[in-house]
């Protein structure tokens, strides 16, 4: 087990390695899916989502789900 003196070696060799197993493109989908966002979603969810009530939510759903298949 290795120990790095520096947080910028120790991107610098996680970077690699993440390419060199998972591929460029793959290692950057990997990466993104830890950046930090911008804003504040707690507030903002207020104004985005519907104020449902956990009935309406799932009655909602239903409306979006395929038809269930006749056995």
């Known amino acids: 087990m290795s120990t790095f003196a520096n947080p910028t070696e ?6 690699e390695i993440l ?13 993104h899916q830890y950046e930090t966002g911008q804003g504040d ?4 969810r207020h104004q985005l989502l519907p104020a449902w009530t956990p009935e ?5 759903a239903d409306k979006l789900a395929p ?3 006749d056995s």
């Open 41 to 44: 979603y707690t507030r903002e």
């Open 10 to 15: 120790l991107r610098r060799r996680g970077l």
């Open 56 to 60: 309406e939510m799932v009655r909602e």
């Open 19 to 31: 390419v060199r197993e998972l591929g460029y493109l793959d290692a950057m989908r990997f990466l």
């Open 67 to 69: 038809p269930a298949a």
